[in-house]
C-alpha cells in the first residue's frame, strides 16, 4: 500500500534505469553520511584523515555522476550515456564506466585544481535543491489557490477577491517590517517577546539581514506582479486564483521566516538528525522528483532519465554539502580545524552563517519562482485547465456565463466540443470521413493481454517488473 507523502518515489522505480539511479544515490548517499558522522563524532582518531579522503571523493563522485548524466541527457546526446537496444548488459557496463569515471574526475579535480573546486562543484547542487524546494512549495501553493477555478468574473467576485488580496499583500508587508525592523530595534517590545520564543531570533535576522532585504525585495515584487495581476482580471475568475494564491505564497514566506528565526546552531550528526535529514529528503524527492519527470516526459521535452538525473545531481550536492556544513561545526574534526586547507572557501569560516543561509536562500529564490509559475498559469494553464475538464464532462459553455478568454476557445453555442479525431468537422462536410473515428476498425483497450504499449525507441527490457 503506498504511503501518500511519499507515493510520488514510484516514480524512481519505473524502470530499471531509474531503479539503478536509484540505488546509486542511496549508495553514494548513505556512505557520506556514515563517514561524515564519524568524522564527528570522533575527532583526531588516526584514520580521520582517511576517512576525509573517502567522504570527499565518494560524496562529491556520485554528484558528478549524476552531473553528467543530467548534461548529456539534457542536450539530447543521450546515445552517450545509454544504449536503448543494447544487447546483454551494455547499458549497465556503460553506467559503471561512467561511475569509474566520475570518481577519477573527482580525484583529478582535487589534485589538479584543489580540493575547494569539489565543494564548489556541489554547491550548484545545493542551491539548485534549495530552487527546486522553492518551486515545489510554489507548486503546492498554486494547487490550493486552483482549488476553485471560476468561469465568470462579477462584481462580488471581485470585491471578495480583492479583500482577499489586500490581506495576503498585509501579510507580506507585515513579515517585511518584523524582520527588517521590529524585531532588530525591538520596537513595541516585539524583539523581547520572540527573543522568548526563539532566542537566537535577533541574532539570526542581524547574521544575514543583507540577504534579508533581497529577499523581502523579491516579496516586494511579487507583491507589485500580483497587484497589477489582479488589476487586469479584476472582471474575470482568474482574479480570485491571484489572490487566494497571494495568500498562500505569504503563509509559505512566513514558514521560512520562522525558519530563520528558530535556528540556534548547525544540526549535528546524531542519529535524529540524519533521520531527520532523510525523511525530509525522501518528502521532497516525492514532490520534486514526480514534478521533474513528469516534466521531462511532456511531448517535445527531453527523454525520460533527464528528470531523476537532474533531481539526484541536485539532492546528491545538496546533501553532500549539508554534510559538510554539519562537520565543518565541529572545529575539532579536519575539516573544521581553520588552517588546514580542507574546504576553505571562507563561507566555511561560520558554517553557522551557510546553514541559516539555507532558509534564507529559500525566501529570496520562493518569490521569483512563484512569479514566474503565477505569469504561466495566468496566461496558459488555467484556460487549459477549465477547457479539459470540460471536454472530459461533456460540459458546454453558455453565452455571457464565462470568460472572453474561455469564450473563444468554446464551440458555438448549442455545438459540442469537437472530436480530437474529427478535429471539429461535421458529419457531411469534407474531410469528416477521413478523420473520424472508423466504428468497424479493431480497437484495444487497456484489457489487452499483450502487456503495456510502448513507443518507438523504448526498450522491451527496461520496465522494471
Known amino acids: 500500500m503506498a504511503i501518500p507523502l511519499f507515493d510520488g518515489i514510484r516514480v524512481f522505480f519505473k524502470t530499471r534505469r531509474y531503479l539503478a539511479y536509484l540505488i546509486v544515490f542511496v549508495t553514494t548517499t548513505f556512505l557520506g553520511l556514515f563517514v561524515s558522522w564519524m568524522m564527528y563524532t570522533f575527532p583526531g582518531t588516526a584514520i580521520e584523515e582517511v576517512l576525509v579522503y573517502f567522504f570527499t571523493y565518494v560524496g562529491s563522485a556520485g554528484a558528478i555522476y549524476f552531473a553528467l548524466g543530467a548534461l548529456f541527457t539534457g542536450l539530447g546526446a543521450d546515445r552517450l550515456w545509454i544504449t536503448r537496444r543494447g544487447r546483454g548488459r551494455v547499458t549497465e557496463m556503460k553506467g559503471l564506466s561512467w561511475m569509474v569515471v566520475s570518481f577519477a574526475i573527482a580525484v583529478f579535480l582535487s589534485l589538479l585544481v584543489g580540493r575547494t573546486a569539489l565543494l564548489f562543484f556541489a554547491i550548484f547542487g545545493w542551491v539548485g535543491w534549495i530552487a527546486f524546494q522553492g518551486y515545489l512549495s510554489t507548486r503546492t501553493s498554486l494547487r490550493l489557490a486552483t482549488l476553485a477555478e471560476p468561469k465568470k468574473g462579477g462584481f462580488l467576485l471581485g470585491t471578495g477577491s480583492f479583500i482577499l488580496l489586500i490581506i495576503g499583500l498585509g501579510i507580506i508587508a507585515a513579515e517585511a517590517l518584523l524582520a527588517l525592523y521590529f524585531v532588530p530595534n525591538d ?8 527573543n522568548g520564543i526563539f532566542p537566537s531570533a535577533t541574532i539570526n535576522l542581524a547574521e544575514q539581514f543583507s540577504y534579508l532585504i533581497v529577499a523581502y525585495a523579491c516579496m ?3 507583491a507589485l506582479v500580483m497587484l497589477l495581476a ?3 482580471n479584476a472582471g474575470k475568475g482568474a482574479a480570485l486564483n491571484i489572490s487566494l494564491l497571494t495568500i498562500f505564497i505569504a503563509i509559505y514566506a512566513g ?4 525558519n530563520i528565526m528558530r535556528r540556534t546552531g548547525v544540526f549535528g550528526m546524531g542519529p535524529v538528525d540524519i533521520a531527520m535529514s532523510l525523511f525530509f529528503l525522501a518528502y521532497a524527492l516525492s514532490g520534486i522528483g514526480r514534478t521533474a519527470t513528469e516534466a521531462a516526459e511532456k511531448p517535445g521535452g527531453r527523454i525520460g532519465d533527464f528528470g531523476p538525473l537532474i533531481t539526484f545531481f ?5 546533501f553532500f ?3 559538510i556544513i554539519a562537520v565543518a561545526s565541529n572545529p575539532l574534526t579536519i575539516i573544521g580545524t581553520p588552517g588546514t586547507g580542507w574546504f576553505e572557501t571562507g563561507i566555511l569560516a561560520d558554517p553557522r552563517f551557510l546553514f541559516l543561509f539555507r532558509d534564507v536562500a529559500k525566501l529570496i529564490a520562493f518569490p521569483l519562482t512563484a512569479i514566474f509559475t503565477a505569469i504561466y498559469y495566468l496566461r496558459v494553464e488555467r484556460t487549459q485547465r477549465i477547457i479539459e475538464r470540460a471536454k472530459e464532462s461533456g460540459e458546454t459553455f453558455e453565452e455571457g456565463k464565462v470568460d472572453e478568454d474561455l469564450a473563444k476557445k468554446a464551440p ?3 455545438k459540442p466540443w469537437p472530436s480530437e479525431r474529427a478535429e471539429g468537422i461535421e458529419k457531411g462536410k469534407p474531410g469528416h470521413d477521413l478523420s473520424a473515428p472508423d466504428s468497424d476498425r479493431l480497437t484495444v483497450d487497456k484489457s489487452r493481454r499483450l502487456g503495456k504499449a510502448k513507443r518507438f525507441g523504448e526498450d522491451d527490457d527496461d520496465q522494471g517488473n
Open 187 to 194: 520596537i513595541l517590545g516585539l524583539g523581547a517577546m520572540i
Open 230 to 232: 489582479f488589476l487586469k
Open 314 to 318: 541536485l539532492a546528491s550536492g545538496f
Open 255 to 258: 514558514y521560512f521566516l520562522v
Open 220 to 222: 516586494g515584487l511579487f
Open 321 to 323: 554539502v549539508d554534510s
Open 412 to 414: 458555438e453555442p448549442g
